[in-house]
């Protein structure tokens, strides 16, 4: 290994060392863990403080609502889990004072936050947990393809509401029978609309033909499949694919990416091996132009990649270039507002998409929750809630575009809701089509 390439490691080391340990739950005796302080967590309707009595008057006292939370916090998601969790944490800060219904009855608003470890089966647990005994109302869960398609079938079962942080569209959609799942709806951009991207771009540059690097999770593979499809629609060629290990720093594969002769490297995972293999590909072919996907769309990226980053494009949501939009776009007072809050609430940590997702979803789930008119059982929250998203998100302006649910489309966007970016100078730049 030379010597650049040990810098390197030794840093991602580092790195993912203070990370994980900076992020390490408070409560650690199950798999379901609390991964915040109580302080954290909306207080329950006993503990509401004498600030939110003032603000909620003298409304009547309702069912206290229960929002279950669940991230990769720690493992190998985290990079895309923290700002999650921070993004909660803030929602749960910001709405500690509770909602009133349309029936003027005040309800407590509980934001319960556990870890998935980066791991499905403890995505499993957790939800189920959430669901069985701390009888949520609703469901945040699965910041990875993976670990939602674990917990999807346990929300399905107990016809739990669940909104999903990651991004293939086999979490909300059967795709051998193409019916969309009843429950389960997501927030992301799909894997398949950063993969139309690829190819308008790909096709711009006059590439012809395209290697495809993706990690083996459940994201990596659906990311394969999606940007073959897309960029097979616009005749570029697939001539080599192989999959690595999400925490791999050597990278084998590009002896087959160079034998194959390809004329540009697609990348399809999350940091930090999104950043690793981008690395190896800068030290075999230096010239070889490399394409990731949304996947990548935050500074960890740039961080661990070093100047291996720089040129790398993009699509990501909106939320990186917000500052560009002009003040007429329907999203921009959405973004900059939760700009504004995160950088506030986390003292200054970098924007991150992935905790855009985290608050799309929660107020989703917020505004179902606030248009109940009356005091009515758990089961049929968890219902009227679910038809709240199927039939009210509509010109709904989030940090991840316009979204417009339906009955059959459980996400509502299009590839128009991202945009295009590239690494200049060690952070994110606009990159539109005009300037390819």
């Known amino acids: 290994m030379n010597t650049h390439r040990m810098s390197l490691v030794v840093a991602f080391l580092i790195l993912m060392s203070l990370v994980l340990g900076a992020c390490a739950p408070t409560v650690s005796e199950s798999p379901a863990q609390v991964t915040s302080t109580d302080s954290a967590i909306s207080p329950a309707p006993e503990d509401v403080s004498a600030d939110a009595e003032t603000a909620t008057g003298d409304a009547e006292e309702g069912t206290a609502y229960r929002i279950g939370f669940c991230a990769a916090i720690t493992g190998a998601g985290s990079s895309l889990g923290i700002p999650e969790r921070n993004t909660a944490e803030m929602l749960a800060a910001q709405y500690a004072g509770g909602i009133i219904g349309p029936d003027g009855v005040h309800h407590a608003v509980n934001i319960i936050i556990y870890d998935t470890e980066s791991n499905p089966d403890t995505a499993a647990s957790v939800a189920s947990r959430l669901i069985t005994q701390d009888e949520v109302d609703v469901l945040v869960c699965g910041t990875t393809s993976g670990n939602s398609m674990a917990v999807m079938p346990i929300a399905t079962e107990n016809e739990v509401p669940m909104i999903s942080m990651a991004s293939a569209r086999s979490i909300i959609e059967d795709l051998e029978t193409g019916e969309t799942r009843k429950w389960i709806f997501k927030t992301p951009p799909e894997n398949f609309h950063s993969g139309q991207w690829q190819a308008r771009y790909l096709a711009a540059m006059g590439?012809?033909?395209?290697?495809?690097?993706?990690?083996?999770?459940?994201?990596?593979?659906?990311?394969?499949?999606?940007?073959?499809?897309?960029?097979?629609?616009?005749?570029?060629?697939?001539?080599?694919?192989?999959?690595?290990?999400?925490?791999?720093?050597?990278?084998?594969?590009?002896?087959?990416?160079?034998?194959?002769?390809?004329?540009?490297?697609?990348?399809?995972?999350?940091?930090?091996?999104?950043?690793?293999?981008?690395?190896?590909?800068?030290?075999?072919?230096?010239?070889?132009?490399?394409?990731?996907?949304?996947?990548?769309?935050?500074?960890?990226?740039?961080?661990?990649?070093?100047?291996?980053?720089?040129?790398?494009?993009?699509?990501?949501?909106?939320?990186?270039?917000?500052?560009?939009?002009?003040?007429?776009?329907?999203?921009?007072?959405?973004?900059?507002?939760?700009?504004?809050?995160?950088t506030e609430y986390t003292n200054g940590e970098p924007i991150s998409t992935f905790g855009g997702h985290a608050w799309d979803a929660l107020m989703w789930s917020i505004e179902a929750l606030e248009s109940l008119n009356e005091d009515i059982p758990l089961v049929e929250r968890r219902a009227a809630v679910r038809d709240y998203i199927e039939n009210n998100i509509r010109d709904w302006p989030g940090t991840g575009g316009m979204f417009n649910v339906t009955p059959e489309d459980h996400l509502g966007l299009t590839y128009e809701g991202l945009s295009f970016v590239k690494v200049v100078d060690g952070q994110w730049a606009y990159y539109p089509p005009e300037e390819w």
């Open 207 to 342: 590439i012809s033909t395209i290697c495809d690097l993706y990690e083996n999770t459940g994201y990596g593979q659906d990311c394969l499949a999606e940007t073959a499809a897309a960029v097979e629609a616009d005749g570029i060629e697939l001539t080599y694919t192989d999959s690595f290990g999400s925490s791999d720093t050597e990278f084998p594969q590009m002896a087959g990416v160079q034998a194959s002769g390809c004329e540009a490297v697609v990348v399809g995972a999350v940091p930090p091996g999104a950043s690793m293999v981008t690395v190896a590909a800068r030290e075999t072919l230096p010239n070889l132009p490399v394409i990731q996907g949304h996947g990548v769309c935050n500074q960890t990226f740039i961080d661990l990649a070093g100047d291996a980053a720089e040129g790398v494009v993009t699509p990501c949501g909106p939320l990186m270039i917000a500052d560009l939009l002009p003040d007429t776009d329907p999203q921009k007072a959405v973004l900059t507002q939760y700009i504004a809050d995160y």
